[in-house]
């Protein structure tokens, strides 16, 4: 049952006499918390109505969970995000990868759960420097709930990380658009004087973002190449085409959606336009991909650009910059200038930092 747009429990003097009523309307209830990505709500629903159950029978030996099949998946999934948590904030990413992995393959049609392992996943793949893995991941769960903050701020990062500031900006202006739809939202129910403080301080923060974003990209500064195929500059050419071949293979286009083929649609609609936005957003990404692979595979271009990036950080260097691979060792929670830039902890708020390394468990609050 719905109240004002939140799933209610009714206690025991709103259940049915009829066990048979009382099974189905927990059903209905479980699903709907299930397909809204509230699992724990789920579980809870099911533990709350045992005990009644129990309390009323005795023994309890008619478990409401017992029949209704879905809750062991829920219980599944549940566990795999936990243990994904876990192993992520313990810094074993790979673990984590591993976990959030096993969530996904089991059920993608509670959408709001499968965006956040999708984007818990991009936090994890972004600590092993598996960048263009994380963008993959963040473009996944924007694409299963377009009003992700977290996501859409987390593929902002990682896209200025590799420094393709045309793409950041574009995130970050839908990041504000949809912090303006909050605010709007707050301030008509609200009132201007009760307007959230929080609220209007991330749209401030989130503004200067833009504007040094925006900056950046009128530098015209060439993408990190060796970022996106997550190799090291002093790698071979053999290593580069072995880099190049398993990025392609990955993050093809059809490949990404292929996860996002529903065989039991109830609203097959709504999926061929989850799948074509996720094909739309792998489709720039392989292209990145291409472009990366094109310079850094011709010996004369890639001496080329390895000169400029050298030129590049000697000048950081000369003007108090940071270099890239002095950044490559710092640690994700690590800002890289201080007051100058204070939308920076509004950054964090929402699950992202720029630099390389391992992501703080402080910066990527888990759903």
């Known amino acids: 049952m719905k109240s004002n747009g939140h799933m ?12 048979t009523f009382r099974i189905w309307r927990c059903h209905m209830i479980f ?18 109505h045992d005990q009644l159950q129990s309390s009323t029978d005795g023994d309890g030996s008619n478990s409401l969970e017992s029949l209704i099949p879905l809750s062991a998946t829920v219980r599944e999934l549940l566990s795999h995000k936990a243990a994904g948590n876990k192993a992520y904030q313990s810094g074993r990413h790979s673990e984590a990868v591993e976990h959030y992995t096993a969530a996904l393959s089991g059920n993608l049609e509670s959408r709001p759960f499968a965006a956040v392992c999708f984007c818990n996943r991009a936090a994890a793949y972004k600590a092993l420097g598996q960048i263009t893995d994380a963008i993959a991941d963040c473009s996944l769960a924007i694409a299963l709930d377009r009003n992700y903050l977290k996501a859409i701020s987390r593929r902002a990062t990682l896209y200025e990380m590799i420094r393709d500031y045309g793409q950041a900006a574009s ?33 401030r923060q989130a503004h200067l973002w833009l504007s040094e974003i925006e900056e950046e990209g009128r530098k015209e500064v060439p993408l990190d190449l060796y970022l996106i195929l997550g190799v090291e500059p002093s790698v071979s050419a053999a290593e580069i085409k072995k880099a190049y071949r398993r990025a392609a293979l990955r993050h093809h286009p059809d490949k990404a959606v292929q996860s996002l083929v529903r065989h039991d649609n109830r609203d097959d609609r709504l999926w061929k336009e989850i799948r074509e936005e996720a094909y739309k957003d792998a489709d720039k990404l392989f292209k990145i991909i291409g472009e990366a692979y094109t310079i850094l595979s011709d010996p004369v271009k890639r001496s080329k650009y390895d000169f ?7 000048q950081k260097k000369r003007t108090g910059g940071t270099s890239r691979t002095a950044t490559d060792g710092q640690s994700y929670s690590v800002d890289r200038s201080g007051s100058r830039q204070p939308w920076r902890e509004i950054r964090r708020a929402y699950g992202y930092s720029t630099s390389r390394g391992a992501e703080a468990t402080r910066s990527n609050r888990f759903y």
């Open 31 to 48: 699903k709907s918390y299930f397909h809204l990505g509230k699992l724990d709500e789920a579980i809870t629903l099911l533990e709350k």
């Open 8 to 19: 209610v429990i009714l206690d025991s003097s709103g259940f049915s006499k009829d066990s």
């Open 171 to 203: 995130d970050i202006e839908r990041f504000l658009s949809l912090l303006m739809n909050q605010m709007e939202t707050k301030t008509s129910q609200f009132g201007t004087s009760d307007r959230p403080k929080n609220l209007a301080n991330d749209l």
């Open 308 to 314: 400029e990036e050298e030129s590049r950080n000697v």
